[in-house]
C-alpha cells in the first residue's frame, strides 16, 4: 500500500472501531454491566480488536513463516494491512478513553496506547519492522481472554464474596495461561530479539522499541501480579477463613 491507501485504512478502521462501539450500545447489556455502559462498549469494541488482530497475525506467519526470518524488511500486504487498522484501533480507543475517562484512571492505557501508535506508526509508514509489529499482536490472543473476564465481571457473574462461576474461573485460567505464553513470553523474546539486532537498526528505531516494550513489559508484569492476586491469591484466602 503507499501512504495514502495506508491513511485511508487506519482512518477507516478508526471510524469502523467507532461504529462497532456505537452497535454494542444497542445490543443486549446485562442490568449491573449498565450502571457502566460506557465501559462495557469500550470493553466489547476492545475485544473485537483483540480476536480480529490476535487471529489476524496468528494466521500471517502461518501463510507466510518466510516472515519470521527476517522481522525488519520482510513484507505482505496482509501484515500491512493488519497492523494499520490495529494503528487506528489504538487512535479510537486512546480518544474514547481521554474523553470519556479521567486521567487519574486511564494514565497508564494511554500510555501504553501512545507507544503502541508511535511504534506502528513508524511500522505502516516506512513498511519496516512490520514483522517485528505483527509479532506483537500474538499478545492480543491472551487480551482476548483478559477482555472476557473484565466483561464477566461487569456483568456481575463473580464477586469477592462469594464463590466464582465455573465460567469466571475457566476464564480467569485461561487468561493467567495466555498471560504467560503470549504476554511475558512474547514480550520477553521480542526484548531478545531487539537486543540481538539493534546493529541492523537506525538508532531511533532502536530507542523508540526499547523504550515501548520497556513500558509495555512493566506494565504486562503489574497486571500479571494484579491478576494473581484478584484471582489466585483472593481464593486461597477465602479457603483459608473458611478452614
Not at 14 to 23: E, P
Not at 154 to 175: A, E, K, Q, Y
Request: glycine share 6%; aromatic share 10%.
Amino acid at each position: 500500500m503507499d501512504l495514502r491507501s495506508t491513511l485511508l485504512v487506519v482512518g477507516g478502521s478508526t471510524c469502523s472501531f467507532k461504529l462497532i462501539n456505537t452497535i454494542i450500545r444497542y445490543l443486549p447489556t446485562p442490568e449491573r454491566a449498565l450502571l457502566k455502559a460506557w465501559k462495557w462498549r469500550n470493553i466489547g469494541t476492545s475485544l473485537a480488536h483483540s480476536a480480529l488482530t490476535g487471529v489476524g497475525a496468528a494466521l500471517c506467519f502461518y501463510l507466510q513463516p518466510q516472515m519470521l526470518n527476517d522481522l525488519i524488511s520482510s513484507y505482505s500486504l496482509h501484515s500491512h494491512k493488519l497492523v494499520a487498522v490495529s494503528t487506528g484501533y489504538f487512535i479510537h480507543d486512546f480518544l474514547d478513553l481521554a474523553l470519556n475517562q479521567s486521567v487519574r484512571l486511564s494514565w497508564e492505557v494511554l500510555l501504553h496506547h501512545s507507544m503502541v501508535i508511535s511504534c506502528f506508526s513508524y511500522a505502516v509508514k516506512s513498511r519496516f519492522h512490520l514483522g517485528f509489529a505483527v509479532v506483537s499482536l500474538l499478545v492480543e490472543i491472551n487480551s482476548v481472554f483478559l477482555h472476557i473476564r473484565q466483561l464477566l465481571l461487569l456483568s456481575g457473574r463473580t464477586n469477592r464474596s462469594i464463590r466464582p462461576s465455573r465460567t469466571f474461573t475457566v476464564t480467569s485460567w485461561l487468561n493467567l495461561g495466555t498471560l504467560l505464553v503470549f504476554r511475558v513470553g512474547i514480550l520477553g523474546w521480542m526484548t531478545c530479539w531487539l537486543l540481538n539486532h539493534r546493529q541492523k537498526m537506525h538508532s531511533y528505531v532502536f530507542m523508540l522499541g526499547t523504550v515501548g516494550l520497556s513500558v509495555i513489559s512493566t506494565m504486562s508484569m503489574a497486571l500479571f501480579y494484579r491478576l494473581l492476586r484478584a484471582d489466585v491469591f483472593i481464593d486461597s484466602g477465602d479457603t483459608r477463613k473458611k478452614e
